[in-house]
Every structure is written in C-alpha cells, then in structure tokens.
T-cell receptor
Framework: QQQVRQSPQSLTVWEGGTTVLTCSYE??????FPWYQQFPGEGPALLIS?????DKKEDGRFTTFFNKREKKLSLHIIDSQPGDSATYFC????????????FGLGTTLQVQP | DPKIIQKPKYLVAVTGSEKILICEQY?????MYWYRQSAKKPLEFMFS???????DNQTASSRFQPQSSKKNHLDLQITALKPDDSATYFC????????????FGEGSKLTVL
C-alpha cells in the first residue's frame, strides 16, 4: 500500500499557465514534506519543502500548501515555463531527520509553448 | 560540477553476476544513502549511513551490501544479480542535524539480463 499518493500521473499545461500537483499521505507521524524535481537522466533535486507546523511555503513561482487535517499537500507553479517540464515527486518523512524519505510515484509535467 | 559522483552511469550485467556501484560526495556531508528507482515504483529508500556507520537498512535481501571505505564514499555491492534488480540506483547525502535536505547523484542505471 502506497504511503504517499500523487495525482495526476501526468499533466500538460500551456506556457504561462498555473500547474497544480497534489499529494496525500497515510502516516500521521510524517512531519517533513519535500517536493523534488527530476529531469531525464538526472537525479531528483529539492524544489521546495514544508514542515507540518506550516500551511504554506513560497519560493518564487513555486508554492506548496499543507493541510494537516486532510493529510494533503499541493504544489502550485505559476507562470509555468517549458523549462519546468520534468517529473515532480512528493515525499514525506517522520521525526528524527534520518534521511529516509517515502516518495510518491511522481507527476510528469509537460509545459507546452 | 556534480557534487555527488556516481560510477558507472550505465551498466549491463548477466544474471548471477556481481557489480559494485560507486558513490563519492564532495559536499562535506556526514550522512549518505542509497535509493532505488524501478519502473512503475516509487523511489525507494535502501540504506542510510552516518559517520560511516549503518543507521537503517530497508532492503530485504543480503545481496545488497553497502561499503564505506572513506567518510565521503558509500559504494553498493550487489551479488547474485537478478533481472528484478534492474533499476536506477541513486546515491544521496545530507548533513545530519541539518535541514534534512537530501542531495542526489545522477544515478547508476543497472540492467540485468
């Protein structure tokens, strides 16, 4: 059973549009939620992260929202660019900062010019 | 320049053989990890090391053996290879007690025939 679920599996948006990716999780002890971006042939790279004590974190065009009650989070990308085309992974971990992240299956984003 | 070097980038092996995946990090981190990315599966945590000591092992098989000869090295030996071992193996590192951010290498893609 997947502990971290992502949707949609794939998504196409037009350049300049807003992309919304969603993620849900099972384990209520999870308290750290990073989003990773991966380009083909590369390793995942941290995009933005949020702790469970916050409900929103913004970094430039990227914003992540966290809803503890519903065990859901989302990633919003405004003014989406073709260079944002990549696979996005939601992940989660519990207390202890052990480096063990539970990843979702990812969302493949295509931004069309 | 990549700060986490994984070698080789691609490798092909025959069933039953043994391979070693190399990982070196130049970020000054004291924790290192191995993750596996298989088709249709989430990125999966395998091992974590801190100060060259095994902290967590989530692999069910003893065929996977991490080896840390130096503080910034964490190699992965895989014996008695099976086709199901075909995957991309990612090395990652982080600073223990830090923000929890994991930095990933570019991966070693293993194909077992």
């Amino acid at each position: 059973q997947q502990q971290v679920r992502q949707s949609p599996q794939s998504l196409t948006v037009w350049e300049g549009g807003t992309t919304v990716l969603t993620c849900s999780y099972e384990d209520s002890t999870f308290n750290y939620f990073p989003w990773y971006q991966q380009f083909p042939g590369e390793g995942p790279a941290l995009l933005i992260s949020i702790l469970s004590v916050s409900d929103k974190k913004e970094d430039g065009r990227f914003t992540t929202f966290f809803n503890k009650r519903e065990k859901k989070l989302s990633l919003h990308i405004i003014d989406s660019q073709p260079g944002d085309s990549a696979t996005y992974f939601c992940a989660a971990s519990g207390a202890g900062n052990t480096g063990k992240l539970i990843f979702g299956l990812g969302t493949t984003l295509q931004v069309q010019p | 320049d990549p700060k986490i070097i994984q070698k080789p980038k691609y490798l092909v092996a025959v069933t039953g053989s043994e391979k070693i995946l190399i990982c070196e990090q130049y970020l000054g981190h004291n924790a290192m990890y191995w993750y596996r990315q298989s088709a249709k599966k989430p990125l999966e945590f395998m091992f974590s090391y801190s100060y060259q000591k095994l902290m967590d092992n989530q692999t069910a098989s003893s065929r996977f053996q991490p080896q840390s000869s130096k503080k910034n090295h964490l190699d992965l030996q895989i014996t008695a290879l099976k086709p199901d071992d075909s995957a991309t193996y990612f090395c990652a590192s982080s600073q223990t007690g830090g923000s929890g951010q994991l930095y990933f290498g570019e991966g070693s893609k293993l194909t077992v025939l």
